[in-house]
């Protein structure tokens, strides 16, 4: 930074040298090339690569647009001449906006201008030359202040640039633009805060939602019945083969194209990587993949890449007990389990020796310390030491040789690795048997964690014939580590684990809990619980017939866990015991009529709030679409119109459903919003899993964003089905920062339905009233709030129909 500093202050120098001599009436086409060029192009260390000239929005054409990625400043130019004469005494750097308006009206029509144009394509910064002259403004403000009515940067002359260049530079060179310190110089650093939240209101917020005593029960058996008993081992291997269900199956409920669903890992190295690795779906229309069980005869580790919750630990359990079921019983094998197991120990290579060394003793009944065993392993060892330096002590001092005999034998089993190595290459031939290696679950660990079984599996691989290690990773880890970190060395090929149908999986996973809870699978070891299991047999029963009626809560499902299979099944779970859901009332209906239906809105209660009493953004799997970072009411709706424009960019025509960043900024810069607003829609989203970036980088305030974005389910059935029901609405006006005062007022802590109801019919009338902001922007093109909110007026009112009928029937 300090040459191109350097650099510009001489620039400027030579260009002040020449323009002494060149004063002139020049043309705005030739004090744009002579002058403004100069000043931008050399002095200011922009490139031409970072500038639009004449780009046109609507019918209006801007001189240049300067992009750092994204569109952030606007310079309009105009013809050489005076357009204005500061006042007589001292010269300042900042100006009030309102005295040069008022004072110079040529001045006053090019600022209008060029504000018009950043404030209709969301650029922060606007400028105003005449090649000798520069004015710099704030054209997008969040501090509640009209931008026109703030203040300016003058530099009055090219000498003036000079004796002021620091400034210059640190205002609007590229550097400069990019660290906002315009910005920083005209407003300071300090956001205005925005009004308090109605949670910020809330004592105790967010609360904690008790159980009564049989939602505890019911909380409890669910996941003993759904998740504890089918893993454990006397039903392991019944449960796989009743309740397995193929990865890669594409969902029938998602609202995103199937395109994008077969392409899940397509696009996981993105266009930066030019030697990215194979990667090969771990399944195919005939089972599992020929190319896996070749790979299995490589001497480099098998890495599973799924994302979490997507049934890698499921499709390594099948794939022993059920589908490759001979083959592994005919094998050593060894299954680590960082999930469960290793969660005190940070010494995970020592955690991954010993408990090989503890199966092999318990499950293949090898003592690797055993005297006999040790010494037969390495007899070849001990035949070199007897014809040593120590020979002649076997004669004459027994005692004394076979002391350094045990020594010996010692060193060889100290090094517990090169030990490990001998023994597994010893049984194996001994026994006739391949040894295969699973280290599971290091995607529930930290990425130095996920490194580290890598670098240990690849050695396991390369060093211990013959054992074939399969190692599972995050899609996320797997890529970073090939650029910069344990796999950088190496070309491994990758097998990657689509989720399975979200609905098949669930639909199982109740059946055969049923068996449990109805005693057609009979549990010894469970006793005293036979009561409560009828109720929960009664809960699954109506959650059965409820998916079977309606489709609403298997879409709900399916979008939202956006195929991570164990949290789909913890929101079934969490339903059965949830404090939020009248279980009583079910089972007592269930009992009178002999059905009930599940309604959405009930299941949805559960789902939004989990463990709380009120919604908490950060605890619950739910986003919120209207949340806004700075005093603009029209941003209450970005992330719809975010989230609308990636899924209408998604067709055929883009790679894999990604849609380029330049494009969305470009797109929602289009309606006005600022890029520091789109900075932290995307953000936001893409941490509520509402969208997905190429390569799995993760966006951050201050960093480039990742250069593609596309959208995924989660994202679509929020903006397309849950913004216009009820308990939604409900829900996230507590964490909705309430612009109008009015509004604020009106809207506050409510329990009893009606309040509720009320409530929500104000929260509807706010969002509309900011939505009419936007209009004549196009975004009711990309994202109808009109329509969403009708839809909501009528589940408002449908509710409030329901629940008065119910109040007059008792």
């Not at 669903?261 to 771990?282: I, K, W």
């Not at 009944?365 to 001990?382: C, G, H, T």
């Not at 959650?543 to 949290?567: K, T």
């Not at 055929?652 to 600022?674: K, N």
Request: aromatic share 10%; charged share 25%; with cysteine.
């Amino acid at each position: 930074m300090t040459n191109d500093f350097e650099t510009g202050r001489s620039k400027l120098e030579e260009l002040i040298q020449w323009y002494s001599s060149k004063q002139g009436n020049r043309n705005e086409a030739t004090t744009r090339l002579q002058l403004i060029d100069q000043i931008f192009f050399e002095c200011l260390g922009w490139s031409r690569d970072d500038v639009v000239l004449e780009e046109a929005h609507g019918k209006e054409y801007s001189d240049y647009a300067f992009s750092a990625p994204r569109r952030i400043l606007i310079v309009e130019a105009k013809r050489e001449g005076d357009y204005f004469e500061l006042p007589a005494g001292k010269i300042n750097l900042e100006y009030s906006l309102t005295s040069l308006l008022r004072d110079y009206p040529n001045l006053k029509a090019a600022i209008e201008q060029a504000a018009g144009y950043c404030q209709k394509r969301g650029v922060p910064f606007g400028v105003v030359t005449n090649g000798h002259q520069v004015v710099a403004f704030l054209a997008n403000r969040n501090d509640g202040l009209p931008p026109l009515e703030g203040k300016a940067l003058v530099f009055p002359s090219l000498d003036f640039m000079l004796a002021n260049f620091l400034l210059l530079w640190q205002s609007l060179s590229k550097p400069g633009i990019e660290q906002k310190n315009l910005q920083s110089k005209l407003v300071g650093d300090l956001q205005p805060a925005l009004p308090a939240r109605l949670s910020f209101t809330l004592p105790f917020y967010p609360g904690f939602k008790a159980r009564n005593i049989f939602q505890t029960d019911l909380q409890t058996l669910s996941e003993l019945v759904i998740e504890d008993l089918p893993s454990s081992g006397e039903l392991r291997k019944r449960f796989l083969e009743e309740c397995y269900s193929q990865s890669g199956a594409l969902s029938q409920y998602a609202v995103v194209s199937k395109s994008i669903l077969q392409t899940r890992y397509a696009a996981l190295f993105g266009q930066e990587t030019s030697n990215a690795p194979t990667t090969v779906p771990a399944v195919d229309k005939e089972g599992i993949s020929a190319e896996l069980l070749a790979e299995s005869l490589s001497r480099r580790p098998i890495i599973l890449i799924g994302d979490v919750g997507v049934g890698k630990t499921t499709f390594i359990r099948h794939l022993m007990i059920v589908e490759a079921a001979p083959l592994f019983e005919n094998a050593i094998t060894i299954y680590v389990d960082l999930g469960s197991q290793a969660t005190l120990t940070s010494d995970f290579r020592n955690f991954i020796l010993d408990e090989i060394e503890r199966q092999l003793r318990v499950n293949h009944a090898v003592d690797i310390k055993e005297r006999n065993f040790v010494r037969y392993l390495y007899r070849s060892d001990l035949e070199i030491f007897a014809r040593g330096i120590f020979s002649d002590l076997r004669d004459s001092n027994p005692d004394v040789y076979k002391v350094k005999e045990l020594e010996v034998l010692e060193e060889k089993i100290k090094n517990k690795e090169e030990h490990l190595k001998h023994v597994i290459n010893h049984v194996a031939k001994a026994r006739k048997k391949q040894v295969v290696m699973f280290i599971d679950n290091a995607d529930q660990r930290d990425e130095r964690t996920q490194q580290q079984a890598f670098l240990i599996s690849q050695e396991i691989a390369e060093r211990w014939h013959p054992v074939t290690v399969f190692v599972a990773l995050r899609p996320e880890t797997f890529h970073r580590s090939l650029q910069i970190g344990a796999l950088s060395g190496y070309h491994p090929k990758a097998f990657t684990i689509s989720p399975p149908r979200i609905d098949r999986v669930i639909e199982k996973r109740l059946r055969f809990a049923l068996k449990i809870t109805d005693g057609e699978i009979p549990l010894e070891s469970v006793t005293g619980i036979d009561v409560r299991l009828v109720n929960l047999s009664k809960i699954i029963n109506v959650f059965l017939r409820s998916l079977d009626y309606y489709d609403d809560i298997a879409e709900f499902i399916d979008n939202i866990a956006g195929g991570n299979v164990r949290l789909a099944l913890d929101l079934v779970k969490d339903f059965f015991g949830s404090g939020h859901v009248d279980t009583e009332k079910i089972i007592r209906i269930y009992d009178q009529d002999g059905r009930y239906i599940i309604p959405l809105h009930e299941f949805l209660r559960a789902v939004i709030y989990g463990d709380a009493v009120y919604y908490d953004p950060e605890q619950s799997p739910i986003a919120n679409l209207f949340d806004i970072s700075q005093l603009d009411p029209r941003e209450h709706f970005l992330l719809p119109v975010l989230i609308s424009v990636l899924g209408n960019l998604s067709g055929s025509e883009t790679e894999q459903g990604f849609v380029e960043t330049a494009v969305v900024y470009q797109r929602l810069q289009g309606l006005g919003f600022t890029p520091d607003q789109i900075d932290f829609a995307i953000i936001r989203g893409h941490r509520k899993k509402l969208i997905e970036t190429a390569a799995r980088r993760i966006p951050q305030r201050g960093q480039e964003m990742p250069s593609s974005l596309r959208v995924t389910t989660e994202g679509l059935y929020h903006i397309s089905r849950l913004c216009q029901f009820f308990p939604y609405i409900d829900a996230v006006v507590v964490d909705t920062p309430i612009l109008i005062s009015d509004f604020r007022a009106a809207i506050q802590d409510a329990h009893d339905i009606e309040m509720r109801l009320d409530r929500g019919k104000t929260f509807c009338r706010y969002l509309s009233e900011q939505w009419s902001l936007l209009s004549g922007t196009g975004a009711a093109t990309l994202f109808d709030w009109d329509t969403m909110s009708k839809e909501l007026d009528i589940d408002l009112e449908r509710i409030r129909r329901r629940y008065r009928e119910r109040r007059e029937r008792h």
